[in-house]
């Protein structure tokens, strides 16, 4: 099946500094990429959708000027965390919709969990 | 607006079969999936129905009433390792993933 990397798995940051998450799409094209937030015993959270050679769209309530994503190529897309502050502490995890394959399915990555202290 | 509900928390016996289920009121619909996740990990893909009826594959099986705004999943054989948290999702017209809190369910030996 298709394979979603994220990097890092887990990082530890101080408030104040950005922290850059990636994400690719190891096996397959992706054209849309989705930013998901997920505090504990919560549901996941849409923050955003990455189109690859455009701009992303933010949900409402999403700072887009704070959550920097970029969509430059169609197995890669990244997420910055510009002047992490503790309540960005959560759960980032990314899925990728593949562009040749059954267009229902979004493949999750394996998450990135984030603490600010 | 739109909302997806299922119930909070269910408790099973390994061995036996559970049915989590979903109701949703959305704007369009274009499928309904279940998700499995495991703490502290991703959701991996279940289930996809877009037509009503009952989906199988193998243990698990999920039902969609698009005119009732329901569906369910049924976990058949329950395992310890299904002890994990099944999230709902509708995709609405905009062909947006709408999510369910999630069910978290606990298998006892």
């Not at chain 1, 998901?36 to 996941?44: E, I, T």
């Not at chain 1, 923050?47 to 949900?59: D, F, H, I």
């Not at chain 2, 991703?42 to 099986?61: H, M, W």
């Not at chain 2, 969609?64 to 099944?86: C, F, N, P, V």
Request: glycine share 8%; aromatic share 12%; net charge neutral.
């Amino acid at each position: 099946g298709a394979v979603v990397s994220q990097h890092p798995s887990r990082v530890i940051c101080k408030s104040g500094t950005s922290v850059k998450i990636e994400c690719r799409s190891l096996d397959f094209q992706a054209t849309t990429m989705f930013w998901y937030r997920q505090f504990p015993k919560q549901s996941l959270m849409l923050m955003a959708t990455s189109n690859e050679g455009s701009k992303a769209t933010y949900e409402q309530g999403v700072e887009k000027d704070k959550f920097l994503i970029n969509h430059a190529s169609l197995t890669l897309s990244t997420l910055t965390v510009t002047s992490a502050h503790p309540e960005d502490s959560s759960f980032y995890i990314c899925s990728a919709r593949d562009l040749a394959g059954d267009s229902y399915e979004q493949y999750f990555g394996p998450g990135t969990r984030l603490t600010v202290t | 607006g739109q909302n997806i509900d299922q119930p909070t928390e269910m408790t099973a016996t390994e061995g036996a079969i559970v049915q989590i289920n979903c109701t949703y009121q959305t704007s369009g619909f274009n499928g309904l999936f279940w998700y499995q996740q495991h703490a502290g990990e991703a959701p991996t893909f279940l289930s996809y129905n877009v037509l009503d009826g009952l989906e199988e594959k193998g243990r698990f099986s999920s039902f969609l009433s698009r005119s009732k705004g329901y569906s369910y999943l049924l976990l058949k054989e329950l395992q310890m390792k299904d002890s994990a948290s099944y999230l709902c999702a509708v995709r609405d017209s905009n062909y947006q993933l709408i999510w369910g809190a999630g069910t978290k369910l606990i298998i006892k030996p």
